[in-house]
């Protein structure tokens, strides 16, 4: 057996580490010095191992006929494990039904292919935990896979996590939405707004998290899979549907790696992964067919992501192919806590109903330092509206005391077949987005002429537009 990762402060190689120990501004650090940071990132995060004992869910009780419920057994499974000092968990072929299922340190959780697991759509099947929803911490229904405070886990395999989200559950708790499918909500219905507004003004007002109960008749979706405050974790291969609300939520975790998942949902708010005040995550070889956002980095909403003041950083992903959502890689929009150095290489994005390639959203309300973020050879076939925005009238816009702030965004070698504009950038008066750089980059159908206010040093180094060779955006 291989020791996992202890608990340690990550090392940047020699010059990347005096990049951040210097006070050079961003302008100064050269993309050979910050893709040294990306490759340390690789070199760095390492998924944990496991000893070589197998629990079969099927040896504690769990009946694959998909209606009989297993929550107690593959919770036996789970103890027996971690007792004997870790292994994996079976969850072999066939249809299991499952309530919430809470992972402990040194355990695998492994879904064999063939194996689905079903996850009940009653309420009840998900205790309260102290979780994280919408970026503000709060007493709510247990996310669906979730770990707290553990070391050491891994949700794996080739088999399918359904969540069962759709017109008659959990979605219709969304309220009236937007998006161009049926989520089954009609006038009368019950929905989070109330408490969703309950609980933005208990963060504002600064309550103790622990006293923010919600649950049973706050209609608060929850997450699919959250570990929260752990540390060196895996979740690969298994395929993600039909997720209640975001899909994987890495909280306030360190050494991360999420490789070949496949996320499909198109239900309100299926985020395929959104990692929140993490430190080194790897994001490979990934599949997002979403509702939403694909990969969006989070770091609290506003008073209490300034409360808890913890970036996100050290985010490398690549070889990830992106179809339907609202953005393809984004940051925001809760991200009160800051974010930087986020690494994008190799990826694929490609849909009429991708908004957005790269997206960066904020507010003043919200604020947060979002530094250093590189980008490197994506391929785009189409998205809707533009390849590139840098968003700070999202939402509550230029409502509110805190100054978003946005720096040194590098793209380079960016190819886009089609896109209704090649950047909209708009940040605010007071508050400009400085410094992008588009470097060897080519957008090719482009309809409508790019959006740029408020924003300062755009750098185009060889970008071709309908085949032109521009020397402004403006």
């Known amino acids: 057996m291989r020791t996992s990762m202890n608990r340690r402060t990550f090392v940047a190689g020699a010059s990347a580490a005096a990049l951040i120990a210097s006070n050079k501004v961003p302008a100064a650090i050269s993309s050979r010095e910050a893709w040294e940071r990306a490759a340390d990132i ?65 355990v695998e959780l492994h879904v064999a292919e063939g194996a689905t697991l079903r996850f009940d759509t009653h309420p009840a099947s998900y205790p309260m935990v102290f979780t994280r929803w919408e970026g503000m911490e709060l007493m709510n229904y247990s996310p669906l896979i979730y770990a707290f405070e553990q070391k050491n886990i891994a949700v794996t ?6 969540g ?53 008749g706050g209609y608060l979706r929850p ?29 306030l975790c360190r050494n991360v790696t999420i490789r070949g998942v496949d996320v499909f949902g198109h239900g309100p708010n299926n985020d395929g992964i959104d990692p929140e ?50 953005g393809g890689v984004v940051v925001g929009s809760q ?12 990826c694929h994005m490609d849909s009429p109903d991708l908004w957005y390639a790269i997206r960066f959203k904020n507010n003043a309300l919200r604020g947060g330092l979002l530094e250093n973020f590189y980008y490197r050879d994506i391929q785009v076939g189409q998205v809707g509206r533009a390849a590139i925005t840098c968003d700070f009238n999202y939402e509550e816009g230029p409502n ?24 909209d950038s708009q940040g605010l008066p007071k508050a400009p987005v400085n410094d992008l750089t588009l470097r060897d980059c080519e957008f090719n159908e482009v309809t409508q002429p790019s959006i740029v206010k408020h924003t300062r040093s755009v750098n185009l180094e060889n970008v071709r537009v309908n085949g032109k060779l521009i020397n402004s955006l403006s």
Request: include cysteine.
């Open 42 to 106: 690789a070199r760095n995060v390492r998924p944990p191992t496991f000893p070589d004992r197998v629990f079969d869910i099927t040896r504690y009780g769990a009946v694959p006929d998909g209606k009989t419920a297993s929550t107690a057994m593959i919770a036996k499974a789970i103890e027996a494990c971690a007792a004997a000092g870790g292994g994996r968990v079976l969850v072999p072929a066939g249809e299991f039904l499952t309530g919430a299922i809470h992972l402990k340190s040194n």
């Open 157 to 162: 395999g080739k088999g399918v996590l359904d």
């Open 164 to 216: 069962q989200g759709s017109a008659k559950h959990w979605w219709p708790w969304k309220g009236k939405w937007g998006g161009t499918i049926d989520h089954g909500w009609v006038e009368g219905m019950p929905t989070q707004i109330k408490a969703r507004t309950e609980l933005f003004q208990m963060a504002e007002a600064n309550v103790p998290p622990e006293k923010r109960v919600f649950g049973d």
């Open 223 to 251: 997450p699919f899979i959250q570990p929260y405050r752990c540390e060196n974790v895996l979740i690969e291969g298994v395929r993600l549907r039909n997720a209640p609300f975001w899909n994987i939520h890495p909280v």
């Open 277 to 326: 005040s993490v430190d080194h995550v790897l994001i490979e070889n990934c599949s997002f067919d979403t509702g939403d956002d694909c990969i969006a980095v989070n770091s609290g909403r506003n008073a209490d992501g300034r409360r808890i003041n913890v970036p996100s950083q050290n985010i490398l992903i690549r070889n990830c192919r992106m179809k339907a959502g609202h």
């Open 335 to 346: 991200i009160s806590g800051g974010a930087r150095w986020v690494f994008t290489e190799h």
């Open 400 to 423: 509110g005391a805190f100054t978003p702030q946005l720096r040194n965004v590098v793209v380079e070698r960016m190819r886009v077949a089609r896109a209704g504009r090649v950047l």
